[in-house]
């Protein structure tokens, strides 16, 4: 089972900054939290991923609460194109290999 | 960066026939492989972790004789869907994952879409 929660859907203006908040209280001291999106019909594409500091890349930013309980991704200036549905995804581990179990999403809509 | 191939992209087959889908890595070595399925309106649902050389781990409710996973090499594993009936009709996506830079990536094929009729 997905360890994170997510809202189902949200709303952004365009240029403006989307906060994509992400619940995973059960997460365990050495599990990553990865952030994917999923446009329409398409494979996922990676965004970022982090264990417990702060991450930035060109795409966008991870904020990791001190606790790890939660996180936050943000898109610095949301374009249409950031239209899709955004997983948060702790890697869970397993001897076969660490695997992504993804849960539900959340689809954000970027408005003009 | 790393690419990862899956082929075809849409197949469409009869009920009772099989379909492979094949997924190469292709920059890179994926010493791991994993196959999803993705319903209509639905995330994305992990089948199994396949690795190089050995057999492949389903997760619970998969049935490994319906759905063979063959990892003979580090760039390429494959999915076939034996005895497709309707309801195996579905997105099939394929994940690679690699150590790059000292941090471990996942790249993802942009998918299969199998209609069984």
């Known amino acids: 089972d997905a360890k994170t929660t997510q809202p189902p859907s949200m709303d952004c203006a365009e240029g403006r900054a989307a906060n994509l908040p992400c619940n995973h209280s059960?997460?365990?001291?050495?599990?990553?939290v990865y952030w994917y999106r999923q446009i329409h019909s398409q494979g996922p594409q990676y965004i970022i991923h982090g264990l417990k500091n702060n991450e930035t890349n060109e795409m966008a930013s991870l904020i990791i609460t001190e606790d790890r309980k939660s996180s936050t991704l943000i898109l610095p200036h949301a374009t249409l194109r950031d239209t899709a549905v955004y997983y948060c995804i702790v890697r869970v581990a397993s001897e076969y290999g660490n695997k992504l179990v993804f849960g539900a999403g959340t689809i954000l809509r970027v408005k003009s | 960066g790393a690419v990862v191939s899956q082929h075809p992209s849409w197949v469409i087959c009869k009920s009772g026939t099989s379909v492979k889908i094949e997924c190469r890595s292709l920059d890179f070595q994926a010493t791991t492989m994993f196959w999803y399925r993705q319903f209509p309106k639905q995330s994305l649902m992990l089948m199994a972790t396949s690795n190089e050389g050995s057999k492949a781990t389903y997760e619970q409710g998969v049935e490994k004789d319906k759905f063979l996973i063959n990892h003979a090499s580090l760039t390429l594993s494959t999915l076939t869907v034996t005895s497709a009936h309707p309801e195996d009709s579905s997105f099939y996506i394929c994940s690679a994952g690699t150590l790059r830079q000292g941090r471990y990536g996942y790249t993802f094929g942009s998918g299969t879409r199998l209609t069984v009729v």
């Open positions: 059960t997460i365990s001291g050495n599990e990553y």
